[in-house]
């Protein structure tokens, strides 16, 4: 699988644009007028991006994904008469080539799990837009799944619930940053990304690196990725 999960971002991260110098052009499906508005105002603004079209309902929403053919779609869970989470099937047959990035108040696992599994690119939580919401489009675009780290104690959460093996309990004795920080590890970020991700000290990062380290036993990187992967694999 070639698509990565992105952790956060950083102001110095939202200057990464796609090759080509052609802007993303983007679909907003919401059923709120201000914050449609205010999307269009932030995303129009920069230089890499075009709101083509805005919908606050399902069928209009399929309507324009056909129409338009956009690059990415942002799409609210919670939509008038529907969800988000039915639509996106329908927008991707409509539009096939269309990415797709959830937007929702909804921070459980169930919701990020079902949307991943129909489809979406990535999962963004309305209340960290902004900054979060440009570095997630770029990175939707370029084939990345992205995911926010406001989400990972609730994915770690639901995976480890049924926890019994010795490691599965190992991994729960490192407390939710430690975790944020050794899945980052994982995915192979450095230290310098995963500070500017959580907005930590690289001497920080390095802390929890090795304090985490500590408690699962690990010398490596390749034996973490390996207990992660085991770890997924039981889950799976």
Request: aromatic share 4%; hydrophobic share 40%; glycine share 6%.
């Given at each position: 699988?070639?698509?990565?999960?992105?952790?956060?971002?950083?102001?110095?991260?939202?200057?990464?644009?796609?090759?080509?110098?052609?802007?993303?052009?983007?679909?907003?499906?919401?059923?709120?007028?201000?914050?449609?508005?205010?999307?269009?105002?932030?995303?129009?603004?920069?230089?890499?991006?075009?709101?083509?079209?805005?919908?606050?309902?399902?069928?209009?929403?399929?309507a324009l994904a056909r129409e338009l053919q956009p690059d990415i779609v942002l799409l609210d869970i919670s939509l008038p008469g529907t969800s988000g989470l039915l639509l996106l099937p329908e927008i991707l047959r409509e539009a096939p080539q269309t990415r797709v990035l959830m937007l929702t108040m909804h921070e459980e696992y169930q919701y990020l799990k079902e949307a991943l599994a129909k489809g979406a690119?990535?999962?963004?939580?309305?209340?960290?837009?902004?900054?979060?919401?440009?570095?997630?489009?770029?990175?939707?675009?370029?084939?990345?799944?992205?995911?926010?780290?406001?989400?990972?104690?609730?994915?770690?959460?639901?995976?480890?619930?049924?926890?019994?093996?010795?490691?599965?309990?190992?991994?729960?004795?490192?407390?939710?940053?430690?975790?944020?920080?050794?899945?980052?590890?994982?995915?192979?970020?450095?230290?310098?990304?995963?500070?500017?991700?959580?907005?930590?000290?690289?001497?920080?990062?390095?802390?929890?690196?090795?304090?985490?380290?500590?408690?699962?036993?690990?010398?490596?990187?390749?034996?973490?990725?390996?207990?992660?992967?085991?770890?997924?694999?039981?889950?799976?």
């Open positions: 699988m070639n698509n990565q999960a992105e952790l956060s971002s950083s102001p110095a991260q939202t200057k990464l644009m796609p090759s080509g110098g052609e802007k993303i052009r983007i679909l907003v499906v919401d059923d709120h007028p201000v914050l449609l508005s205010g999307l269009r105002l932030l995303l129009n603004a920069e230089a890499d991006m075009e709101v083509v079209g805005t919908s606050d309902t399902g069928p209009k929403a399929l690119m990535g999962f963004m939580l309305k209340k960290c837009l902004d900054v979060d919401l440009l570095y997630a489009i770029r990175s939707v675009r370029r084939g990345q799944i992205y995911i926010h780290p406001a989400m990972m104690p609730d994915i770690l959460g639901s995976q480890n619930k049924d926890a019994s093996s010795p490691e599965e309990m190992l991994w729960l004795l490192l407390s939710k940053r430690e975790q944020q920080v050794m899945l980052a590890v994982t995915m192979g970020f450095t230290s310098r990304e995963i500070a500017e991700q959580l907005f930590l000290s690289e001497k920080t990062v390095a802390t929890y690196r090795s304090r985490a380290m500590a408690k699962l036993g690990l010398e490596t990187r390749a034996e973490l990725v390996e207990l992660v992967s085991r770890q997924k694999r039981s889950v799976g």
